[in-house]
């Protein structure tokens, strides 16, 4: 039987509702998509990004909900015979019942921010505080309005960490966010030019970040990647925020969490380092300098938390990359093998340098050629084109032999790679399919990345269907 998450009374004094019907007297969980809830589960009927969550109360009623947390005005609309406990506004409850969990729970929390790399920490944080005791962190990528409070709420009474992403569209997201998690610990990954549409510059995007700090506990630590260009600036931020404790993570010897070698794997990167003064080797599970990076931040805030660092720095091994975000994929081509890196869950520059750079280090057999296919970054406002061009940078440097560019603003990339390195230019990936598939040769390494409306992903299914796909373990 699943374990007790909430008394119907602890929820409803929570969230201050009335109750209709015959809800059971505990709740396993806190559902808000009917078609994931488990028996014993509470549905939040939230409006979600497209949906209102109140169409989908009956369905979350007959897959066994203990319960359905629904607004008072929308009474009428739902089957009278239901389980219900009835509130002026779902998400504001759910605000609420976060903010309680929050409340009583002794468990030491830690918030990650960031422009990339917010869920590649946080998975780390998962799997390297779960060695020295119970931690709940967030699923997916739940960092908004209604991911965090709903990770709140869903954290059990004796979870010993708390782990929570917190993400931002736009300036005074983060705020509200912060002040329901209240974290211990807050670490903001880095700040590069991501939805610059919303904002005027980087700096206002260092500023949105900066917002974490606000929400610190007294007492609190902010960790801060010290080889980010917005450094100075978030250091302001921090001290203009009250808080007095600064952990710095980077390249450098100078910086509390650094690195002093990397043994850069194709499948994996070896690693020795200093974390606050303690020597250590560590090896992450999935290949990529920006998890090395990543790692610093994670074990930084494992050994402040008080958690056990050698068990934690071990249990990044196991580290996975999520699917779309360097997942790989072994092909046959001719009865050779041929590498698909999966990145074509999105991208914005960081990411799509990070990801150029790991096509730079993956194998390639006699012959065969290192191939960039990459679709347009969304969002990034006046400076778009100059930032697709800039790529032609990285790109060379990663020694990359083969570049495909999909849409319209990737055409600005286009007209600067040398022409011996162009593979094709479509303005949709659709376009693009059968000169893919044809175009792979035994021995390839292929990177496929760009913004989600790109639709990338087409591609990666095209060049599995075609060649078939074994899961690569250390990425998978
Ligand atoms: N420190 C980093 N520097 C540069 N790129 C990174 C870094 N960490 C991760 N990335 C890149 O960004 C991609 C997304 O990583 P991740 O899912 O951790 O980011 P996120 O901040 O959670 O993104 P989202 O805003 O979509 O939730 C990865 O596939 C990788 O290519
Ligand atoms: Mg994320």
């Not at 030491?108 to 931690?135: C, P, Y």
């Not at 960490?161 to 903001?188: Q, W």
């Not at 303005?427 to 059968?434: F, I, R, V």
Request: with cysteine; charged share 20%.
């Amino acid at each position: 039987m699943s374990e007790v998450l909430w008394s119907l009374d602890d929820l409803v004094e929570a969230v201050g509702g009335r109750v209709v019907g015959d809800p059971t007297t505990t709740v396993t969980g806190i559902s808000i998509d009917s078609r994931s809830l488990q028996p014993g589960e509470a549905f939040f009927a939230i409006k979600g990004d497209v949906r209102d969550g109140h169409r989908f109360v009956e369905a979350a009623l007959s897959r066994g909900a203990s319960l359905a947390v629904v607004a008072e005005g929308r009474m009428s609309e739902l089957p009278p015979e239901g389980r219900y406990v009835v509130v002026a506004d779902v998400l504001a409850a759910l605000q609420d019942l976060g903010r309680a969990a929050r409340a009583h729970t002794k468990a030491r929390i830690v918030a990650v921010t960031g422009s990339v790399g917010k869920t590649s920490s946080k998975e780390m944080l998962r799997l390297a505080l779960s060695a020295s005791g119970r931690t709940h962190a967030s699923a997916a990528s739940y960092n908004n309005y209604w991911g965090v409070p709903l990770t709140l709420a869903r954290m059990p009474a004796d979870a010993e960490y708390g782990v929570f992403e917190i993400g931002m569209n736009y300036p005074g997201e983060i705020t509200p966010l912060v002040g329901m998690v209240r974290p211990h610990f807050a670490i903001v990954t880095t700040v590069a030019p991501v939805h610059l549409a919303q904002f005027d510059a980087v700096e206002e995007i260092a500023k949105a970040k900066g917002e974490i700090f606000t929400g610190l506990e007294p007492g609190g630590t902010a960790i801060l990647n010290a080889s980010n260009d917005q450094f100075d600036l978030l250091r302001f931020l921090t001290i203009a925020a009250g808080v007095k404790e600064i952990v710095t993570f980077g390249a450098s010897c100078s910086f509390d969490a650094h690195t002093t070698q990397i043994v850069a794997r194709s499948d994996c990167s070896c690693v020795t380092g200093a974390v606050l003064g303690e020597d250590l080797t560590w090896k992450i599970g999935a290949p990529g300098r920006h998890l090395v990076e990543n790692s610093l931040a994670v074990l930084a805030a494992v050994k402040l938390m008080g958690a056990d660092l050698a068990r934690g720095a071990m249990a990044l091994s196991d580290m996975e990359a999520p699917k779309g975000r360097g997942q790989r994929h072994e092909l046959t081509v001719h009865d050779a093998s041929v590498t698909l890196i999966d990145e074509s869950y999105n991208a914005n520059p960081a990411s799509m340098r990070a990801a150029i750079s790991l096509l730079g280090a993956a194998p390639v057999a006699r012959g065969g050629r290192r191939i960039a296919v990459i679709g347009d970054m969304l969002e990034l406002g006046e400076r778009s084109g100059e930032l697709h061009k800039e790529l032609v940078e990285p790109l060379e440097a990663a020694r990359i032999d083969l570049v495909y560019c999909v849409g319209r603003t990737m055409h600005e990339l286009w007209d600067v790679v040398p022409e011996s390195k162009r593979g094709g230019w479509t303005e949709t990936s659709a376009e693009l399919q059968k000169d893919l598939v044809a175009a792979i040769r035994p021995g390839d390494a292929i990177m496929i990345k760009g913004s989600l409306g790109t639709k990338m992903g087409l591609l990666v299914s095209a060049l599995i269907d075609a060649y078939g796909a074994k899961r690569n373990r250390a990425a998978s």
